[in-house]
């Protein structure tokens, strides 16, 4: 039985359309929009209705096989331009998550195999889909070996949103909570908000609320005394980019929950799947932070909390590196220590 029932998929295709959950909107109101062009795809994206990089990957991917079923030319040549310059233009909506470009790559890769524009049309759409229904398998696997982890009774606390509408299906970090709950295996969650966007209020406690497994939201400030406090076992959050190294970027605020894990000596996980690790850079130290509107920072919920013209720092995203880092865990299993060499035979 599963416990996802009261919770919607973030991204559908839907032939003509795209259908998007606004995850803007959330928890106050839950809004579907048709998104049907490119544009609307790219403008989701940057607007974080869709986030969470699995989610975003998906809904790219989506986006481009939308915009190809679009192209007039009969010409195969012609029609690889139109998608590498569509393929682009959404690469350019946000820097951090590589789902996002390891998404568009798989499409244009499998386009490749394609004789005429008919068939490459076709490919994109059903490689799309499997983008997504993979990612769903995947993250339940990932939710088996992080439960494992774990012990009855269990406190566990995280950050931003890794969860079911951060990925196809039932999230990465969050995903044994919902496998946990099918269990009767008891485990509590504490959420904390991940101000500038709060997507840990908005989006990790309605989720979490929805499936029915027990969860508790604090602020950001209250982690330290919440682990000393609540008796805090684990610390457990998804991931943006995994460099080679085991370096991982994920929602600003991740590192600090980090070195709380350190300095009370308790583990600190990261789950995330293979198409979040990107063996391409060596270190965390290369991968792009993304920046965003200072008006996130400045403004809560659309209402101004600071003075006009303040000077504002708004990274969306840090770095932790990988000697806090107790494991990671994927769909292949659980990796610990030498995360170099064990991350390279993830990929053999
Ligand atoms: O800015 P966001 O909301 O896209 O940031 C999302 C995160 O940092 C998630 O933890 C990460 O993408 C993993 S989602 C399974």
Redesign the pocket.
């Known amino acids: 039985m599963t416990t996802l029932t009261n919770i919607p998929l973030s991204v559908e295709w839907k032939d003509t359309h795209i259908r998007l959950l606004d995850?803007q909107k959330l928890p106050q109101e839950t809004i579907f929009l048709e998104l049907r062009t490119i544009q609307d795809v790219f403008d989701a994206i940057v607007t974080?209705k869709v986030?969470?990089?699995?989610?975003?990957g998906i809904a790219a991917a989506y986006g481009l096989a939308l915009s190809a079923q679009g192209y007039e030319t009969s010409n195969i040549s012609e029609f690889r331009v139109l998608l590498k310059n569509d393929s682009d233009y959404l690469a350019s909506s946000?820097p951090?998550?590589v789902?996002l470009f390891w998404a568009l790559e798989r499409l244009l890769s499998a386009s490749e195999r394609a004789c005429s524009v008919n068939e490459a049309k076709t490919i994109l759409v059903h490689e799309a889909i499997n983008i997504q229904m993979e990612d769903e398998a995947t993250?339940r696997d990932i939710g088996e070996h992080a439960l494992g982890l774990f012990q009855k009774g269990n406190k566990v606390l995280t950050?931003?949103?890794?969860?079911s509408i951060?990925?196809a299906r039932y999230?990465?970090?969050?995903s044994p909570f919902y496998l946990a709950k099918e269990r009767n295996f008891p485990l509590s969650v504490y959420a904390c908000e991940?101000r500038p966007?709060l997507?840990g209020a908005r989006?990790t406690a309605w989720e979490l609320q929805q499936a029915g497994v027990d969860v508790t939201l604090i602020t950001d400030s209250m982690a330290a005394h919440t682990i000393q406090s609540k008796g805090i076992d684990a610390i457990i959050?998804?991931?943006?980019r995994i460099t080679a190294n085991g370096d991982t970027?994920?929602?600003?605020g991740?590192f600090g929950l980090a070195i709380l894990a350190r300095a009370f000596q308790i583990p600190f996980y990261v789950?995330?799947?293979l198409s979040?690790f990107d063996l391409s850079k060596d270190t965390g130290s290369e991968i792009t932070i993304?920046e965003?509107d200072p008006e996130e920072v400045t403004s809560i919920g659309g209402r101004k909390v600071a003075p006009e013209g303040i000077s504002v720092f708004n990274p969306?995203?840090d770095v932790t590196p990988n000697d806090f880092i107790t494991a990671i865990i994927t769909e292949k299993g659980v990796i610990k220590g030498d995360y170099l060499s064990k991350i390279k035979e993830l990929f053999i």
């Open positions: 995850q974080l986030r969470g990089a699995p989610a975003i946000r951090t998550a789902n993250c950050i931003c949103n890794a969860g951060a990925t999230g990465t970090a969050l991940t966007v997507q989006l959050v998804g991931a943006d970027a994920n929602k600003i991740t789950a995330a799947p979040t993304e965003r969306a995203f």
